[in-house]
């Protein structure tokens, strides 16, 4: 595997490139380019800017998260032939600086959703939190909770304007059932995937996080039948997974040694996290330990072991510790990531020693 870490770039995170070298086996960056929205031409000079500075301090730029996917894609509007352009040409520029994998998601409207980004632990660390029945009715008081909490950064997926046209966007989404959100996935694959194909750049979906519909919208990829169904749409292996084990992880039906043992040829990218579920089906996002929580993260890693992975992984979100919640993103403060590598690699290293019988 190749360990990586999600870096929001220069001025937009608080943790710098010389941090993260500090960190014992981060060998590539996970990049994008924070401030374009769905649907934006990605220009090459602003590309290669960003590709320099991650080199420059001896990273790979391999994986980029994400290049988000217009909503006029997602509904099947006409209109969504004309993004679909400009995400091609993004693709093609992309391949040109070496990105090899491209993470994204086909959620409606809400990328990852939680109703508390500093929710205290036991041990005084605070972490993203999700409490089933705030989850009811009213998706924008939720938006509010998330916007205030995110003090001053922009969150994918949660740019404010996108947030204030909430009401067009969940009238455009009526009709759009599960079947139909698969069709409009489908037509923009069968777009996509050849391009990948030619110019060597894998794709790879987010699943859904959380795993389950939310104020009615339809999710598609939150379980192992859904990804199945989901790698059949394009049987390519250009058309994969981001296997994340922490937005998998809240529906304990979902088996992610047993996922990532049927699927490991297609996943590209795999982000590893702890989660605690509660018996009200509330979770919280727990140290990557797998005590701590209820994805065990050692078979997780023996999963990849097993099946030689070679892919890219990176700790997905970690808790804020030592006060660093001041000033970081939530969910992606230096400390429990960096801890969590820690513990993934010490995990990796004793399986390869018992492999080669050391
Ligand atoms: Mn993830």
Not at 60 to 67: D, G, L
Not at 101 to 123: A, G, H, Q, S
Not at 266 to 284: C, L, S, Y
Request: glycine fraction near 8%; charge should be negative; hydrophobic fraction near 35%.
């Amino acid at each position: 595997m190749e360990m990586t870490w999600r870096w929001y770039g220069e001025g937009n995170d608080s943790i710098t490139l010389d941090h993260i070298r500090q960190i014992p086996g981060v060998s590539g960056i996970v990049w994008s380019l924070h401030d374009k929205v769905a649907g934006e031409v990605w220009e090459e000079e602003r590309i290669k800017e960003v590709v320099n500075q991650i080199t420059s301090k001896g990273f790979s730029p391999a994986v980029v998260e994400s290049v988000n996917v217009h909503d006029d894609i997602k509904i099947g509007l006409p209109s969504r032939d004309k993004y679909i352009d400009i995400y091609i040409d993004t693709i093609k520029k992309l391949s040109r600086v070496g990105v090899k994998v491209i993470c994204y998601n086909f959620m409606p409207i809400f990328d990852w959703t939680r109703t508390e980004l500093y929710k205290e632990l036991p041990d005084g660390s605070n972490a993203l939190f999700y409490e089933k029945n705030v989850i009811t009715d009213d998706p924008k008081a939720m938006v509010q909770r998330i916007l205030d909490g995110a003090g001053d950064f922009t969150m994918p997926g949660w740019e404010p304007e996108r947030m204030a046209k909430l009401d067009d966007l969940f009238k455009s989404y009526e009709g759009i059932t599960e079947e139909k959100l698969s069709d409009n996935l489908k037509y923009f694959l069968e777009r996509i995937i050849p391009v990948c194909e030619a110019y060597d750049v894998k794709m790879a979906i987010h699943p859904d996080d959380p795993p389950w519909s939310i104020f009615g919208l339809p999710r598609i990829i939150r379980s192992r039948d859904h990804i199945k169904k989901f790698l059949e749409l394009v049987d390519s292996p250009y058309n994969g997974l981001t296997l994340c084990s922490g937005s998998l992880g809240p529906n304990l039906m979902n088996d992610m040694p047993a996922i990532i043992r049927e699927f490991h040829d297609r996943i590209h990218f795999a982000h590893i996290r702890n989660v605690k579920v509660f018996e009200n089906g509330d979770f919280i996002e727990v140290s990557h330990r797998g005590q701590e929580g209820n994805v065990d993260v050692y078979e997780v890693l023996k999963a990849y072991h097993d099946n030689d992975f070679k892919g890219y992984v990176r700790p997905d979100h970690g808790r804020h510790l030592w006060g660093e919640e001041k000033n970081c993103r939530p969910g992606y403060g230096l400390y429990d990531r960096a801890l969590g590598i820690m513990y993934m690699l010490g995990i990796w290293d004793s399986l390869d020693k018992r492999k080669i019988g050391k």
